[in-house]
């Protein structure tokens, strides 16, 4: 069974600690390490491209900032960046 990391995010979590655990299959099974789920599709990708856009950037606003964070647990997003957006109100 080949392992490897994906530049994907989880769709339950969003961390990109992500596996292919099945790349060989019709759908690629995806394994989260941070959360332990399986799921058949990673985040969606214009979503992932948002946040990770707006982690590159840190522009982003408090309310996408609380959105995500309700959605996603592990996006590795620096708190700091949450922190003076909610403050940016
Ligand atoms: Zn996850």
């Known amino acids: 069974m080949a392992l490897y990391m ?13 596996d292919v655990v099945c790349n060989s299959c019709k ?33 982003y606003s408090a309310e996408d900032a609380r959105s995500w964070k309700r959605q996603y647990q592990n996006l590795d997003m620096q708190d700091r960046h949450f922190i003076s957006g909610a403050m940016n109100l």
């Open 27 to 59: 759908t690629p099974v995806y394994h989260c390490r941070a959360c332990g789920a399986d799921m058949s599709q990673a985040m969606e990708a214009s979503m992932q491209s948002r946040i990770d856009l707006a982690q590159f950037t840190g522009a």
């Open 6 to 18: 994906t530049t994907n995010r989880c769709a339950v979590c969003g961390s990109k600690n992500l």
